[in-house]
């Protein structure tokens, strides 16, 4: 029914590792960039991890560098954020998102590039 849905997320002690799906719904991916973005109460959404999926390109936020990875299944129109070694400070919302075809490999971390979003996906993580 809807375009993306999100599902993964849950309660995990830090140190722990969850793996949040997306999967596109009624589409295709088609060269586009998909990206999954976090927001906390009372702080301003950030740009987490993008993938393009014409090539397999992949950005990843410095907070999360190492720590977090975004991939692609093409079999099953999915994208993954696989979270390691969680912190208390990755506690938030996670959304995924959608851009339009593109014909750069590069897919950057602003919310403006996309266009379609999910309901998100909650990841609390307990000391």
């Known amino acids: 029914q809807v375009p993306l849905v999100e599902s993964g997320g849950g309660s995990v002690q830090a140190g722990g590792s969850l793996r949040l799906s997306c999967a596109a719904s009624?589409?295709?991916?088609?060269?586009?960039?998909m990206a999954w973005f976090r927001q906390v109460p009372g702080k301003e959404r950030e740009g987490v991890a993008a993938i393009y999926t014409g090539g397999g390109n992949t950005n990843h936020a410095d907070s999360v560098k190492g720590r977090f990875t975004i991939s692609q299944d093409n079999a099953k129109n999915t994208v993954y954020l696989q979270l390691s070694s969680l912190k208390h400070e990755d506690t938030a919302m996670y959304y995924c998102a959608a851009g339009d075809t593109q014909a750069g490999s590069w897919c950057y971390l602003d919310d403006y590039d996309y266009g379609t979003w999910g309901q998100g996906t909650l990841v609390t993580v307990s000391s």
């Open positions: 009624g589409w295709t991916f088609n060269s586009n960039c």
